[in-house]
């Protein structure tokens, strides 16, 4: 509860409006430190400090949680449907899987200290217990009433009564049935035979008669040594006359009566005992039922030899050299650690003159501690789910908007979700199926197992009565009997009935037949399938009253005259196997639930494997529908999803091209139209000012030149101006027209020579022309008449651009299905901006350039299926190539409209 409140207080103090900048790390560390230094410091304690260390565990994680509790809430805000319920499954199941080292850590030492304080003194005194008890029944025998009338009455017809009837009267009244301690009493008549006997897994010497000659009505209380089956045992007895007083007052004996006691460690109540019927007359003991504190608990006793003397378990563990000598050596109790079958145990041990005695149970494993780890999430997400159904269930009776419809919206809308919740289920369903199957399947094998194992067990008992103990009776000239099934089920270590018919002839546990705990009558099962179906052997469940079912083996016995019903009733061995199963239960849980999160994990990485390229597939998408063309994806893999995303990724390159050739088609339209109105809005007054000019230099010529010469100079300046005019029309007009292609085979070595030729000659001296133009170029498929003017247009750029002096180079290659042509000069070139302008309409680099040459020829290249690429660099020149399609890979094509009628794809 501490604890608790504090964790509370704790995640509340989280939530305070606290002044601390966040941004500050020297702040975060310092409160960080706060936190962890003290518990640092309590880590470090003895040994005092340590059972108190997985509290701190618990509340250090607490803070780490608080630290971003804010965080949390924010994002549990405006978090999904699904978020918020894995918050809080997390909230549920990580403060249970925090406190359970501290919960393991309490059950822990609460076993300790039931050991230390309860079982412990209950071993080591159990020699004064049993006289203690042995004092107490003797004096409440004495004040039994009636005991002179079981002595001293005849008894009545045969079969009225059982041998053992009367003895048990006296035996349930005392302490060593309240226990129950290994004990017997005997009755005896007058004559020193015996009348009745009852024992409780203590049986009679077969090879003496019992008699009795006690005369002294006061208890004579001795031990003696008695052989009990292959070992001699210090049996605590008592013997007394029973006296009755005559009407006179004199003392009489009518018999007498011996009561005895054995030390028996199977008796001590944490042990449980092999036997059904034992449980049954045992009082209650709490720490023996399954899942309860200490019901694990074994015991063994060793002899000073270190030789091992008891067992509760099947082998005792091995006793430790020097765990022994740390014993011996302090005569103190002491906790060891030893080891059976590789499975480490914490024992307890104590010791007195008769031996060691050791009480220990199993170290929890890292495996166990797995299993304990995956019950309690799966204990947390059942208790989670269950509330969630509840509160969907008070929602939907409340009318109020539930989460599990917010849940449905939510996977229903999500593609991520949906594949996630399918991977998990490939996961889940599977594992959970072949779960069941496999452990209902190794479940039955071992019961199965358990019932052969019955089976031999009862063939076993029935060899021994047929071929031992009846021989034997009958030449002691005795019947059967409870005393001879003692024997046997001390020497097959179960206990032992037979049945004549349908009645109880013999019993190793007469006394709960006797008491009415258990039918006298054959168990109807065993009845009807050695009796009726007459099978060899079978095997039933039993269940008496509110105990555990319990298996029973039955069968048949027809040697030597003998015909009768054997059971086997067998509860240890049912007990451990369903421990067993138990265990692989558990074991089959942790497995299943590694599995599930395994799949979950490898789930949740293939969807958002998945889903991720999808999802930025979608923002993409929307982004491109918004208008941003140059939006891509990462392409994260080479598979199908790989290849999903690069051919979108083409596709918006693709898209965004078409949209750059759609603006450029559209700006060249509109500059188009701008060009055809300024050419026509030029050409009409250049006509009148060139006929009114050169009517004035006539006029002034006829008249003997009288404004000569400032006349002719303005004259020649206003015809040069209107050339120039007429020139620019004519560049408007040619870029607002729509030529017409037609194309045709040319040879382009010719048509390179006839356009270089002129300038060649024209620039001798001033342009170093280099021509590389191979005359075996093939033809190609062209309208020669707008290459011509594309070409030109190149070549008045590069001499526009070297000026009067200068290198210009011209090459001609072919390269696969085209001719390429490369126009290189050594001009003044283009930075990086301007390069980007190149075929702007409109854009020049030269003061005097109407900025039309390298559109033009861009669109008569294209026209003609070509390409044409500008590279240029600031202060080393400019190279301009075009590529043209050869005559003998073109396909012959109708007219070609210009970009304006052009379909782009």
């Not at 509840?390 to 929602?395: D, E, K, M, R, V």
Request: proline residues 5%; glycine residues 6%; neutral net charge.
């Amino acid at each position: 509860a501490t604890a608790l409140a504090l964790i509370v207080l704790i995640f509340r103090a989280a939530y305070l409006p606290w002044w601390i900048a966040r941004s500050g790390w020297a702040t975060r560390l310092g409160v960080m430190a706060c936190w962890t230094i003290p518990y640092l410091m309590l880590m470090t304690q003895p040994d005092s400090a340590a059972a108190y260390r997985p509290l701190f565990f618990a509340l250090a994680l607490a803070v780490f949680v608080a630290l971003f509790a804010t965080r949390l809430k924010g994002r549990y805000r405006q978090g999904s449907q699904a978020f918020r319920l894995t918050l809080l499954s997390i909230g549920l199941i990580l403060p249970a899987l925090a406190f359970y080292a501290d919960i393991f850590e309490l059950a822990h030492r609460a076993k300790t200290q039931l050991v230390e304080t309860r079982y412990g003194p209950q071993a080591l005194n159990q020699r004064q217990t049993i006289q203690t008890l042995m004092q107490q029944s003797l004096r409440q025998i004495d004040g039994f009433p009636g005991l002179a009338d079981l002595v001293s009455v005849p008894p009545g017809p045969e079969g009225s009564e059982a041998v053992t009837d009367r003895a048990f009267q006296v035996w349930r009244i005392t302490g060593l049935a309240m226990f129950p301690i290994t004990s017997s009493v005997e009755l005896f008549g007058p004559d020193g035979h015996l009348v009745s006997r009852f024992a409780f897994n203590l049986p009679d010497d077969l090879n003496a008669v019992p008699t009795s000659e006690e005369q002294v009505c006061v208890w004579d209380v001795f031990e003696e040594v008695s052989p009990f089956f292959a070992v001699e045992r210090r049996i605590l007895s008592a013997s007394r006359a029973v006296c009755v007083n005559d009407p006179s007052g004199a003392s009489h004996v009518v018999g007498s009566i011996v009561v005895h006691a054995l030390l028996d460690y199977a008796n001590l109540p944490f042990i449980a005992s092999k036997s059904p019927y034992v449980e049954l007359l045992r009082p209650a003991e709490p720490t023996r039922e399954e899942g309860v504190s200490g019901g694990d608990i074994e015991f063994a006793v060793y002899g000073w030899s270190q030789t091992p003397l008891y067992s509760s378990a099947e082998r005792a563990w091995r006793m430790d050299q020097a765990a022994f000598e740390r014993l011996v050596s302090s005569r103190m109790a002491i906790w060891a650690r030893l080891e059976r079958d590789d499975q480490p145990y914490d024992v307890y041990l104590l010791s007195d003159r008769g031996g060691i005695y050791a009480l220990g149970f199993p170290v929890v494993t890292l495996l166990g501690h797995m299993m304990n780890l995956a019950e309690l999430t799966v204990i947390c997400a059942l208790t989670f789910l269950a509330l969630v159904v509840l509160a969907a269930i008070f929602s939907t009776v409340a009318r109020r908007a539930t989460s599990a419809r917010a849940l449905l919206r939510e996977v229903r809308a999500s593609f991520y979700r949906k594949l996630f919740l399918a991977f998990v289920a490939a996961t889940a369903v599977p594992v959970v199926a072949l779960a069941v199957v496999t452990s209902n399947y190794v479940a039955d094998q071992m019961r199965g197992n358990v019932e052969q194992e019955a089976v031999r067990t009862a063939s076993a008992a029935q060899r021994v009565v047929e071929d031992l103990v009846a021989p034997r009776a009958a030449q002691q000239g005795v019947r059967i009997d409870d005393n001879l099934m003692v024997w046997v089920s001390r020497l097959i270590d179960q206990d032992v009935n037979i049945f004549s018919g349908p009645r109880l002839l013999a019993t190793s546990e007469r006394n709960l037949f006797a008491s009415g705990v258990l039918p006298v009558r054959t168990p109807a099962d065993v009845y009807v399938a050695l009796a009726l179906r007459n099978e060899a052997a079978t095997v039933a469940s039993e269940q008496i009253g509110g105990a555990q079912p319990f298996l029973v083996a039955g069968t048949r016995m027809t040697a030597r005259q003998i015909d009768a019903l054997l059971t086997v009733p067998l509860a240890s061995r049912a007990q451990e196997i369903e421990g067993q199963i138990d265990t692989l239960d558990r074991r089959v849980l942790l497995a299943a639930l590694l599995f599930i999160f395994a799949g979950a994990g490898i789930g949740y990485s293939m969807a958002e494997r998945i889903a991720d390229p999808v999802n930025r597939l979608t923002r993409a998408t929307r982004r491109i529908a918004g208008g941003e063309f140059n939006a891509r994806i990462a392409a994260t893999s080479s598979d199908e999803l790989g290849r999903l995303v690069e051919d979108f990724n083409r596709m918006a390159r693709d898209l965004e091209h078409q949209r750059t050739e759609l603006e450029r088609t559209n700006r060249l339209e509109a500059w188009a139209e701008m060009a055809r109105q300024v050419a026509h809005e030029i050409k009409n007054p250049l006509t009148p000012i060139q006929l009114n000019a050169e009517h004035l230099r006539r006029v002034n010529t006829d008249r003997g030149e009288p404004l000569s010469p400032v006349l002719d100079q303005s004259v020649n300046a206003i015809l040069q101006q209107v050339k120039l005019l007429r020139q620019i029309a004519s560049e408007f007009s040619s870029f607002a027209s729509s030529p017409t292609v037609q194309r045709a085979s040319v040879d382009p070595a010719a048509m390179l020579h006839e356009i270089i030729d002129p300038y060649r000659s024209a620039l001798a001296g001033r342009i170093d022309f280099t021509a590389d133009v191979p005359s075996a170029l093939p033809p190609v498929y062209i309208d020669r008449t707008l290459i011509t003017r594309a070409l030109t247009n190149i070549i008045e750029n590069a001499l526009h651009a070297m000026g009067s002096s200068g290198a210009l180079t011209i090459v001609a290659t072919r390269d696969d299905e085209v001719v390429r042509i490369a126009v290189s000069d050594t001009g003044a070139g283009m930075d990086a901006d301007a390069l980007a302008r190149a075929f702007e309409p409109y854009f020049s680099t030269k003061a005097s350039g109407t900025g039309l040459g390298l559109p033009i020829a861009k669109r008569n290249v294209e026209l003609n299926g070509g390409a044409l690429t500008v590279a240029s660099e600031l202060g080393r020149g400019t190279t301009v190539e075009i590529a043209l399609p050869l005559a003998e890979t073109a396909e012959p094509v109708e007219t070609t409209k210009n970009p304006k009628d052009t379909k782009i794809v």
